[in-house]
Nanobody, 120 residues
Framework: QLQASGGGLVQAGGSLRLSCVASRRTFSSYNMGWFRQAPGKEREFVAAITWSGGRTYYVDSVKGRFTISRDTAKNTVYLQMNSLKPEDTAVYYC???????????????WGQGTQVTVSS
């Protein structure tokens, strides 16, 4: 079970931090990812982190602005979003899967979304 939070309304150039709490039973051995879906667009991959936290991967459009991290003690994965742009406006979803090869495409488990709106 995944619970995402932290979305909101922010001006362009601002920051937000999304959080996703996972069930303790699976978190430590699962890779975690963030996806987003803008109105009228398909859901797209944003960022992923391995179960150990030793490797991260980002879509080109957020590199240098977003940072994914995880806190095993809190069973939580974070997405720190800086220098936000209006085109970052979307519903953001966290996801998990034990297989790294699918975490950027078709992860098995999904949380509910949290809305991020960036005003210009």
């Amino acid at each position: 079970q995944l619970q995402a939070s932290g979305g909101g309304l922010v001006q362009a150039g601002g920051s937000l931090r999304l959080s996703c709490v996972a069930s303790r039973r699976t978190f430590s051995s699962y890779n975690m990812g963030w996806f987003r879906q803008a109105p009228g667009k398909e859901r797209e991959f944003v960022a992923a982190i391995t179960w150990s936290g030793g490797r991260t991967y980002y879509v080109d459009s957020v590199k240098g602005r977003f940072t994914i991290s995880r806190d095993t003690a809190k069973n939580t994965v974070y997405l720190q979003m800086n220098s936000l742009k209006p085109e970052d406006t979307a519903v953001y979803y966290c996801a998990s899967d034990p297989r790294w090869v699918v975490i950027t495409t078709t992860p098995t488990y999904w949380g509910q979304g949290t809305q991020v709106t960036v005003s210009s």
